[in-house]
């Protein structure tokens, strides 16, 4: 066995294309996990060089919905904190079990697509401000044709 050190930016990559593989494979607990996994690395490198990454927008953007929500019915504020962990529900219970916790409620496509388009969005960020060690993800691109002909056709 040979140590080595690996830029994790080609560990997220490997895991988002292997997440690209198991979601057009049906495996979507896989995908959900793996492109949360590399949702997560990427956002480092997004961080480092001052954006946001991908949840911290989608967590910000969905608590200021719902506070404008709750205070249309006169209930108290939410914060980013629950939010997020709402956001991160499924793709936790996936990879964390306890005595009693053995049963996950979810919808494996949707929430495996979700943290794909967050890995890739923080992907496409980081393409943008000309980082290096991204290879290019075909299957990405797929993925997002897919989505866009999906929605036209519903």
Not at 109 to 118: D, G, H, L, M, T
Request: net charge negative.
């Amino acid at each position: 066995m040979r140590i080595q050190q690996i830029e994790k930016i080609q560990i997220a990559s490997e895991q988002l294309e292997d997440a690209l593989s198991a979601y057009f494979a049906g495996r979507f607990h896989s995908a959900l996990v793996l492109a949360s996994a590399a949702e997560q690395l990427y956002a480092g490198y997004v961080m480092k060089h001052g954006e946001t990454p991908a949840w911290k927008r989608s967590r910000s953007i969905v608590t200021k919905i719902a506070n404008g929500l709750r205070r249309e019915e006169g209930d108290k504020p939410t914060c980013e904190e629950d939010i997020g962990d709402l956001l991160n529900r499924a793709y936790n219970s996936s990879k964390h079990a306890g005595k009693n916790d053995h049963t996950v409620f979810m919808d494996p496509k949707f929430e495996a697509n979700v943290a794909i388009e967050r890995a890739i969005e923080n992907y496409d960020a980081l393409e943008r401000l000309g980082i290096s060690g991204l290879p290019d993800m075909p299957l990405a691109q797929r993925f997002l044709e897919e989505s866009i002909t999906d929605e036209e056709s519903t």
